[in-house]
């Protein structure tokens, strides 16, 4: 980990340098904030999604990794997950073959989390997505 930027009250946020250990780093500081803010429920869930973005980041982008988890306040109840990277091209759902070894991320995202979406940054873009709170 590059650094831990803030993990106090409702925001939570790392940044991981861009190396296959980033994965692992990010999936676990996922993990262990998720169960001090009593989401245990949403960690397995959020963990596996950011491995398949924090892992998106990794082939396609050079630089750091961002993660930032946002508390769900009482209206809304949802998590926010964010991922961000330095490359300014957004990522693209495709449908993979019986046979691809890749390609099946943003379809797990699609299809796990409430919404999701990209957005362009100041430098790259991000990734992210709402996990409700049952």
């Known amino acids: 980990m590059i650094g831990?930027?803030?993990t106090e009250g409702d925001c939570?946020?790392?940044i991981f340098p861009a190396d296959p250990g980033a994965?692992?780093?990010a999936r676990t500081a996922v993990r262990e904030r998720l169960r001090h803010w009593g989401?245990?429920?949403?960690?397995d869930i959020a963990a596996l999604l950011?491995?398949?973005l924090v892992t998106n980041s990794l082939r396609h982008a050079t630089g750091p990794i961002g993660v930032r988890l946002v508390r769900p306040d009482a209206v809304d109840g949802v998590l926010l997950v964010e991922v961000s990277d330095p490359l300014p091209d957004p990522?693209?759902?495709?449908?993979a073959e019986l046979d691809d070894e890749s390609g099946r991320g943003l379809q797990l995202v699609a299809h796990?989390?409430?919404r999701?979406?990209?957005r362009p940054g100041a430098t790259g873009k991000t990734v992210w997505f709402e996990l409700s709170v049952p």
């Open 4 to 6: 831990v930027i803030d």
């Open 39 to 43: 989401l245990d429920v949403l960690a």
């Open 91 to 95: 990522p693209r759902e495709r449908v």
């Open 12 to 14: 939570a946020e790392w």
């Open 116 to 118: 999701w979406g990209t």
């Open 23 to 25: 994965v692992r780093a």
């Open 50 to 52: 950011v491995s398949e």
């Open 112 to 114: 796990a989390a409430h």
